[in-house]
T-cell receptor, first 114, second 113 residues
């Protein structure tokens, strides 16, 4: 099993550009989520999904969009990138819809916005 | 406001000693608490989960305690090894919403040979 796969691993954007961070899991997990990690701030929840067609906001959703058309994929879209979105982004999944139990994380996507 | 605090200063210990990391929280009613390990440039990896009605959990050289009165969890690594050097994250899921797991900032552990 590949687990949780994130692409790209590294990306540099200019302010105002758009892009999509991809996340795929092959464990048939219902729950998926996106976090960003910044120095001194810890991991902060951006958006999460408890199944295909269902998404909800986390702690820091502004500037990000998500959709969940399949169980496997949960892309994160930045419509107009800002320097404040420079961060490391992690996708995570959990086999329980209620998210009880361990989170499986991807290896991260490092985004720099100039 | 809700807050999870971990010692932001690095913890340096000698190989073979027991490392103890602290996680304090305020304004939470946690249903469970988790500990994760994160190596540089990698995603967090799950270590242990302890529920609100449990006092202690063990897994090999790891031990977690959970005191909901003190609002604190302690994470112990016994017989520490240089390979245990990493950042350790504490995470809480509130009884009001398991879907929103909140993480502390982590404590960096350095085990010196």
């Amino acid at each position: 099993n590949a687990g949780v796969t994130q692409t790209p691993k590294f990306q540099v954007l200019k302010t105002g550009q758009s892009m999509t961070l991809q996340c795929a899991q092959d464990m048939n997990h219902e729950y998926m989520s996106w976090y960003r990690q910044d120095p001194g701030m810890g991991l902060r929840l951006i958006h999460y999904s408890v199944g295909a067609g269902i998404t909800d906001q986390g702690e820091v959703p502004n500037g990000y969009n998500v959709s969940r058309s399949t169980t496997e994929d949960f892309p994160l879209r930045l419509l107009s990138a800002a320097p404040s979105q420079t961060s490391v982004y992690f996708c995570a999944s959990n086999r329980h819809t209620a998210n009880t139990g361990e989170l499986f994380f991807g290896e991260g996507s490092r985004l720099t916005v100039l | 406001s809700q807050k999870i605090e971990q010692n932001s200063e690095a913890l340096n210990i000698q190989e073979g000693k027991t490392a103890t990391l602290t996680c304090n929280y305020t304004n939470y009613s946690p249903a469970y608490l988790q500990w994760y390990r994160q190596d540089p440039g990698r995603g967090p990896v799950f270590l242990l989960l302890i529920r609100e009605n449990e006092k202690e959990k063990r897994k090999e050289r790891l031990k977690v305690t959970f005191d909901t009165t003190l609002k604190q969890s302690l994470f112990h690594i016994t017989a520490s090894q240089p390979a245990d050097s990493a950042t350790y994250l504490c995470a809480l899921a509130s009884s009001g919403g398991y879907q929103k797991v909140t993480f502390g900032t982590g404590t960096k552990l350095q085990v010196i040979p």
